[in-house]
């Protein structure tokens, strides 16, 4: 089964400290693809990052990281010093080939909340 | 221009209206979908066009019609709908037939049958 399981319904934290958001995947392929996005309360979902299946290497992006281990299938996120404007509900994304095109299985979403 | 936009913004109608939900790409994607997506649930997808082709339709039923005019404009007509189909439908777009290339998602239509 192509599946994302984000365990975390809610996280609260106070601005500056850090925070990790976790992800973990089923999938019976040996090439995907995973996503993070980002939906502030606005509703536009905001893409942060790609990764692919054979690229393990972590990827740091100004104050988000993201730590990729195939051998437990996860996808971990992690804000190091959160601000406010991270409130947001963070959604991890498996792609899903089908009927020629491919599409996005996503988890059911950690809601982030940063109190200043 | 990288951006997907949707209109309207909001939309209320009667469960005997016709009514369409747009959305348009500028960036070149051959790939566009339409998501739906209930307050607190991830979004669900509905449909894939690409190459403005009908190429994936998550058994969605037929008061919900899509339309690919071009590669630029996804059209989602709605008629006879359902309260329950009161929900936040989301367009996104995508590079045609790349693995793995990534959705750009437009605002969103908030959408209230009564």
């Known amino acids: 089964a192509q599946k994302v399981t984000q365990a975390q319904t809610e996280i609260s934290v106070v601005e500056k400290e850090d925070v990790t958001l976790d992800c973990v995947y089923e999938t019976r392929d040996t090439t995907y693809y995973l996503f993070w996005y980002k939906q502030p309360p606005s509703g536009e979902l905001v893409f942060l990052i790609r990764?692919?299946?054979?690229?393990?290497q972590n990827e740091i992006s100004g104050r988000y990281s993201w730590n990729f281990q195939k051998s437990t299938s996860s996808f971990n996120f992690t804000i190091t010093a959160s601000q406010v404007v991270d409130s947001a509900v963070y959604f991890c994304?498996?792609?899903?080939?089908?009927?020629?095109?491919?599409?996005?299985?996503f988890g059911k979403g950690t809601k982030l909340t940063v109190n200043p | 221009d990288t951006e997907v936009t949707q209109t309207p913004k909001h939309l209320v109608m009667g469960m005997t209206n016709k009514k369409s939900l747009k959305c348009e790409q500028h960036m070149g994607h051959r790939a566009m979908y339409w998501y739906k997506q209930k307050a607190k649930k991830p979004p669900e997808l509905m449909f894939v066009?690409?190459?403005?082709?009908?190429?994936i339709n998550e058994s969605v039923p037929s008061r919900f019609s899509p339309e690919c005019p071009n590669s630029s404009l996804l059209n989602l007509h709605l008629h006879a709908l359902q309260p329950e189909d009161s929900a936040l439908y989301l367009c996104a777009s995508s590079q045609g037939r790349l693995a793995g290339a990534e959705q750009f998602f437009g605002p969103g239509t908030r959408l209230t049958v009564l």
């Open positions: 994304a498996l792609s899903v080939p089908q009927g020629g095109s491919e599409k996005l299985v």
């Open positions: 066009y690409s190459y403005e082709k009908l190429s």
């Open positions: 990764r692919n299946s054979f690229d393990e």
